[in-house]
């Protein structure tokens, strides 16, 4: 057998839903206007973020940069896969594969770590209220996204370097409609026991221990907020905390769910929609979620447009 890793391969095909023709006018036309809503809501969040001087707070600095993760991770996916979903060719280059490939492992890991680190400010916040200022000072701020990014970068250049090692056996088809790891290791022509061991290890850390912190964050804010007697106090707290803790059993549910399993244990079919999911819905969702449930950012925007009129 040749076992030749592809390094020749100058194209990929992305397989997507091409089995299933009549989905795929659908599923362009949701995920065009999914992405239309990303670009416009996280792109308000961060401007009205900088733009109004009372959100320059840690909680909103995070939330920037959450928007902005957001913004790049649908940016690396969604236009290459609305060109081969309208287009009659579903090809990607190489070295657009191996780009997108390394984009979205940098983007979600640091998206992980980032959401354990808001819910560390939002602890400091509840349960720390004299503190807050001087436990979240700036420098912190700025160390802390500091080391979620680099994290993101140090695991995607592991992971991604491991999975295009691989030999692939000439093989081109990637059945999904990005080239993301569990799709590039389903190509590979041989298991590899420690690729699976590392991709375990490094979903403990970037998965299961960031999540473990938020629960533990969470679980103390209860504590805190079961002995709160104002109304006021309540509904601020459940705001702010309820729109993070919907952000985060919808993003590591899904990542949980795809990568913490054996990779030949998820159906083609169910991969594909629950990647769909993470991709797609959630950068949607979150800044929605946010702005719906959240009465500061609604009356920053509403300053910041009041400005512009007077």
Sequence with gaps: MDTSNGSSTTYFILLGFSDRPQLEPIISGVVFIFYIVTLVGNTTIILVSYLDTQLHTPMYFFLSNLSFLDLCYATSI???????????????????????????LDLGATECLLLAVMAYDRYAAVCQP????????PQLCQKMVLTA????????????????????????????????MPALIKMACVRSKVMEIIVFA?????????????????????????????????????NTCGSHLTVVTLFYGTLIYMYMKPQNSTSQDEGKFLTLFYTIITPTLNPLIYTLRNKDVKSAVKRILGKQYI
Excluded: D
């Design 78 to 104: 969604i236009p290459q896969m609305l060109v081969n979903l309208w287009g009659p060719t579903k090809s990607i280059t190489y070295g657009g594969c191996v780009l997108q490939f390394f984009f979205a």
């Design 202 to 238: 490094l979903g403990v850390i970037f998965l299961l221990v960031p999540l473990s912190l938020i629960l533990i964050s969470y679980a103390v804010i209860t504590q805190t907020v079961v002995r709160i007697k104002s109304a006021a106090s309540w509904s601020k707290v459940l």
């Design 149 to 180: 990014w680099l994290g993101g970068l140090g695991s995607a250049l592991i992971l991604c370097s491991l999975t295009l090692k691989l030999p692939r056996c000439g093989h081109r088809e990637v059945n999904n409609f990005f080239c993301e």
């Design 130 to 137: 004299l503190h807050y200022t001087v436990i979240m000072n």
